[in-house]
């Protein structure tokens, strides 16, 4: 067998999966990220009840599967406060593993996705284990190192429901043989104690997510425009190893960019932005074409600003432009 080609930056991360093309966090969609050149699969990681890991991007399943249209699970509707926000739905930690696998995904935007859409009602909500064997099938066939870049969501909650993350999943990776500095995952949060709680446990790659605005749920830090500023760089700098911003943290489009990407380099941490959309209804204006929020604009042209401004690596819907942006940067 030919050897396994190794990963260089910039990096392309399929953004849960190709969830432009196909409904988000399934295996149909991570499948397609990878066919597509995708260099990393994204999972958001939520618990169920039997306490196996799942990808969705919240714990709340309503909007994102069919659970709605079981009657057998109407009973299971519950209003939870989550991060201090009320949510009224289904929950992943209310359903078993065997449960959970008789719901099946839909798009979550289908008035943006409409072809996405038309995949409603195929594929499972796929567990962590079952994307790892993914990977490294994949891996295998394609002679490519396909990595994994799994989010904790949620950590604080699913810990005060007895439900801690940090050392099963480092214990799950390290069953497959990654945990170490060079294996092919990142591991990020938007909350800062869980990832220091990981650092402690693991030498797997850490990134401090985040956002605009607003600041972590744990709330252990100052709010992200502080984490932003050299000195919040610099603590971040001792646990993790880079950052995954909003991508509006660096360039809005409008503004001149800021100085994130220099600062964090400053102190060693690489930045990988998210989220990087081909629909106009994400993309700032000099980017879109027409004013239909559905149809696409030059997503190729904004993620080749931010390779230009120094980006380490790119979150996508749309891993297809994103590896081809990126080859052809290269
Ligand atoms: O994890 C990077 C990016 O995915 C963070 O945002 O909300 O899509 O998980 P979200
Ligand atoms: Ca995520």
């Known amino acids: 067998m030919a050897p396994v080609k190794s990963l260089s930056s910039p990096i392309v991360i399929a953004h849960r999966g190709a ?25 958001d990681l939520v618990f169920t009840k039997d306490d196996i890991f799942v990808a969705r991007h919240e714990n709340d399943i309503t909007g994102t599967t069919d659970v709605a249209t079981h009657p057998e699970f109407a009973d299971r509707k519950a209003t939870k406060v989550i991060d201090g926000e009320s949510h009224t739905g289904w929950f992943t930690e209310d359903f078993t593993l065997a449960e959970l696998k008789t719901l099946r995904a839909k798009e979550r935007l289908p008035q943006l996705r409409p072809d996405s859409a038309k995949y409603d009602g195929q594929f499972e909500v796929p567990t962590l284990a079952e994307i790892i064997a993914l990977a490294k099938a994949q891996t295998k066939k394609t002679g490519r190192t396909i990595g994994i870049y799994p989010e904790t969501k949620h950590p604080s909650y699913f810990a005060s429901i007895g439900m801690p993350m940090e050392a099963r999943l480092v214990a799950q990776l390290k069953a497959v043989g990654w945990d170490s500095a060079d294996a092919p995952v990142f591991i990020q949060s938007f909350e800062v104690n869980n990832l220091k709680a990981l650092h402690k446990l693991t030498k797997i790659r850490l990134i401090q997510l985040m956002d605009a605005s607003g600041g972590p749920a744990d709330k252990a830090a100052p709010r992200y425009a502080a984490m932003a500023m050299p000195e919040g760089l610099k603590a971040i700098a001792r646990y993790a190893y880079g950052i995954g911003p909003n991508k509006n943290m660096i360039w809005n489009g409008v503004a001149p960019p ?36 559905a149809t696409h604009g030059q997503l190729s042209a904004e993620i080749t600003a931010y390779l230009k401004l120094g980006v380490d690596g790119v979150f996508t819907d749309y891993p297809q432009i994103g590896a081809r942006t990126v080859a052809a940067f290269k």
Do not use: C, K, M
Request: glycine letters at 6%; hydrophobic letters at 45%.
């Open 258 to 293: 800021t100085s994130l990407v220099a600062d964090a380099h400053a102190v060693g941490l690489r930045l990988h932005p998210w989220t990087f959309r081909a629909e106009n209804a994400f993309l700032p204006a000099l980017f879109r074409d027409g004013t239909n929020p």
């Open 19 to 43: 969830s432009g093309l196909r409904p988000e966090h399934t295996l149909a969609s991570y499948t397609l990220a990878i066919e597509q050149g995708a260099d990393f699969i994204e999972p």
